[in-house]
């Protein structure tokens, strides 16, 4: 008998191992909550519990070094996990998407796709102890009908919700059509992070 795995959902991590820039970035995220008074005014019409500039500012890594450091960085994860996923590519894939984002206490967000991307991710700048997880959905769930509730002791592969428990420094990168939400938090700190989407 043989058991194969077919379709598999792949979720790239890996540590940024750069406290120097962590530190910068959370500095930068931090001013930018402060003044950007468009991303304030997004965040607070679309009921975001904090700040993010997903919908005001697109072009942070001209405006910070900080962040053209990063995007440097971030290219070079997303060609190594598009290596992976075997894609095939004429050119390494373009950093289309960047944005920032301060969570606070209770703050969510909802499931959601990042469509006409490839890949997607978040860095996690600063993420105090019970900050809000990351979900993600098996993208079969809304075909299985009538498959039966997994074993508590399922692995994360056959599991229908995977939570990611972040911490700082830790990138996270996934195809876009993956599902995936932000889990209320109770933490008293704000949940910095930086999410981005590649074309």
Known sequence: MTIRALFPTLLY?????????????????????????????????????????????????????????????????????????????????KLDSLWVNLLK?????????????ILSGTLYVEVPANAGAIRFEDPRLASQMAAPARRADAPDDRRAFVTVTPRPGQLLLWESYLRHEVLPGTAKADRLSISFNFA
């Open 13 to 93: 991590e890996a540590d940024l191992g750069d406290e120097a820039l962590l530190a910068t970035l959370a500095h930068s995220i931090r001013s930018l909550a402060q003044d950007d008074t468009a991303g304030r005014r997004w965040s607070r019409d679309h009921g975001y519990k904090g700040y993010t500039s997903y919908a005001s500012l697109a072009d942070l890594p001209r405006r910070d070094p900080a962040f053209a450091d990063l995007a440097k960085l971030l290219v070079r994860h997303a060609t190594t996990f598009a290596a992976e996923l075997a894609f095939d590519l004429a050119a390494k894939p």
């Open 105 to 117: 206490s209770g703050g969510q967000h909802s499931g959601h796709i990042h469509p006409h991307s």
